[in-house]
């Protein structure tokens, strides 16, 4: 019985990616060039994407990640490298999770920094999400942070303590795994997820994170998304951010 609610539930979240996806499509013309996001939820765009290019729809794509541009290519979307092609009309990504002044926080699927690289080098940023990542205050999904794999618990000890020094005493970073392995960005750096709880001053916490020497980069987005599509029950709403 357990089971059969949780394959309903996928399939709930799903039809609502699938929702906020579509409206995406209403912002892609023809001869622009995008951003591809990573994660569940551009996947799902990504396939409708697909569906318009066969149907005719020119654009040249962007990939934040290898299975991206693997599935990307698939679908009969043309790539380019991102120096080519910069710089990029629109980039659509999903989201861990979004609040009211559109900060984000991004990096579950592992792909934040193409992603980030990526989101800047575009014109505009569309994010596409399920109502479940619309939050109030951003904090619950741990931050992911990614971090060179030379040195990096050291790294991760002094991200504890520049945590410590904004109020945030207790965080403990988890090195991320897949399966037995440690999980590997494609960029060869490692991850570590942040409980940060709710983060009360997201460009301060975002600014000390990018000071540590063996930070590459984290998953709080400030100030980059223009628009974010949420798909409810009820509807899909498109919030305008200040970009
Ligand atoms: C990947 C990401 C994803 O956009 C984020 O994790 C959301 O993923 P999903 O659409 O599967 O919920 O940042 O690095």
Known sequence: MAWIGFIAAMTDSN????????????????GMKVGLGS?????????LLGTRVRGGLKIIGVPTSERIARL????????????AAAPLDIDVDGADEADPDLNLIKGGGGALLREK???????????????????DRLGRFPL??????FGHGTTSARLAA???????????PVLRHKGDAVFKTDSGNVIYDCSFGAITDVPRLAATLSQIAGVVDHGLYVGIASLLIIARECGVEVIQGRK
Do not use: H, N
């Open 144 to 149: 992911p942070v990614e971090v060179l794999a």
């Open 117 to 135: 690289i990526v989101a800047t080098s575009s014109k505009r940023m569309l994010v596409i999400a399920d109502g479940s990542k619309y939050v």
């Open 15 to 30: 039809a609502l990616k699938r929702a906020a996806g579509l409206r995406a499509l209403d912002f892609i013309e023809s």
């Open 162 to 172: 520049a945590a410590a020094t904004l109020g945030y005493p207790a965080l403990a």
């Open 72 to 83: 990307a290519t698939g679908y009969g979307i043309a790539l380019s490298e991102l120096d």
């Open 39 to 47: 994660g569940t939820t551009s996947e799902i765009f990504l396939e």
